[in-house]
């Protein structure tokens, strides 16, 4: 059965850096559309980071030029490099997979599994 576990999570000062990773079980990164979530309390869940199988890259604004998604194919493994962070990246951050190619940003929804989730907090 997929899984998906993410760690890496952690408390950082406003400016730091934490790569988080993303251990994919019983499916093929390399073939899929992997992501990055985040949802603070009392906020909707957002997409941060996206990559699709041929290893191609989505961003939202509000991270873009801080965050970088990439994949290990090898390893079956997936990372979320951030840097530069603010106190408003505070959230549980979300690993999330689906068999089908990533095409336009898609919403949460779309997406079949997902990781229980790892807390990052940045403080000022």
């Known amino acids: 059965q997929v899984q998906l576990v993410e760690s890496g999570g952690g408390s950082v000062q406003a400016g730091g850096s934490l790569r988080l990773s993303c251990s994919v079980f019983?499916?093929?990164?390399?073939?899929?559309?992997m992501a990055w979530f985040r949802q603070a309390p009392g906020k909707e869940r957002e997409g941060v980071a996206v990559?699709?199988?041929?290893?191609?890259?989505s961003f939202p604004d509000s991270v873009k030029g801080r965050f970088t998604i990439s994949k290990d194919d090898a390893k079956n493994m997936v990372y979320l490099q951030m840097t530069s962070l603010k106190p408003e990246d505070t959230a549980m951050y979300y690993c999330a997979a689906d068999f089908r190619r990533c095409g336009a940003r898609r919403p949460r929804e779309w997406y079949k599994y997902w990781g229980q989730g790892t807390q990052v907090t940045v403080s000022s």
């Open positions: 019983g499916y093929t990164v390399g073939w899929a559309c």
């Open positions: 990559i699709d199988g041929d290893g191609s890259t």
